[in-house]
T-cell receptor, first 114, second 111 residues
Framework: DTGVSQDPRHKITKRGQNVTFRCDPISEHNRLYWYRQTLGQGPEFLTYFQNEAQLEKSRLLSDRFSAERPKGSFSTLEIQRTEQGDSAMYLC????????????FGPGTRLLVL | GESVGLHLPTLSVQEGDNSIINCAYSNSASDYFIWYKQESGKGPQFIIDIRSNMDKRQGQRVTVLLNKTVKHLSLQIAATQPGDSAVYFCAENLGDDKIIFGKGTRLHILP
């Protein structure tokens, strides 16, 4: 499978715990995006990277959230001190340099904070 | 403000009929639009896109129409099949490569 992959697919955690998600973009896609999707809503933009540089962060991304893409390939999204309101699907997408507007999504990581 | 929305939250269509899913957008500066299909438990899947310099684009069984005058976008699916059951999102790219999604329309296929 050469699509965007995410790990884990599901995560259940207790409030206050830290969680980390991983995204592996399509090979050679230089842009990588993180979105959050709650039930019944469309995905909402969180942040994106061009290669290893984080170019933009949404105001939705509180101080408890941090994303990295150290080598310009895979990315991690960490949520510290999780809250019940963090429960959502976290989606990753990537796009190639030749067609940066077209984003291809991974299957997502569904987070449930108890 | 900038927003992308859909007129109907749920659309039920007889198998074999054509489906039309509508979308309104508010940012007249948007120059690129995308339709995504999302099946339960999966990420959005790219279906078709269209740039603002076009008013129609066809793919395999799908057609996207863009009416810039009234800021309206539609997705037509020909000969709807059970596998077309999903939530469909229209999305706009504001030129800064962020995609703004609407709330989605659930397409339900009747046997």
């Amino acid at each position: 499978d050469t699509g965007v992959s995410q790990d884990p697919r599901h995560k259940i955690t207790k409030r206050g715990q830290n969680v980390t998600f991983r995204c592996d973009p399509i090979s050679e896609h230089n842009r990588l995006y993180w979105y959050r999707q709650t039930l019944g809503q469309g995905p909402e933009f969180l942040t994106y990277f061009q290669n290893e540089a984080q170019l933009e962060k949404s105001r939705l991304l509180s101080d408890r959230f941090s994303a990295e893409r150290p080598k310009g390939s895979f990315s991690t999204l960490e949520i510290q001190r999780t809250e019940q309101g963090d429960s959502a699907m976290y989606l990753c997408a990537s796009s190639p340099q030749t067609a940066q507007e077209t984003q291809y999504f991974g299957p997502g990581t569904r987070l449930l904070v108890l | 403000g900038e927003s992308v929305g859909l007129h109907l939250p749920t659309l039920s269509v007889q198998e074999g009929d054509n489906s039309i899913i509508n979308c309104a957008y508010s940012n007249s500066a948007s120059d690129y639009f995308i339709w995504y299909k999302q099946e339960s438990g999966k990420g959005p899947q790219f279906i078709i896109d269209i740039r603002s310099n076009m008013d129609k684009r066809q793919g395999q069984r799908v057609t996207v129409l863009l009416n810039k005058t009234v800021k309206h976008l539609s997705l037509q699916i020909a000969a709807t099949q059970p596998g077309d059951s999903a939530v469909y999102f229209c999305a706009e790219n504001l030129g800064d490569d962020k995609i703004i999604f609407g709330k989605g329309t659930r397409l339900h296929i009747l046997p």
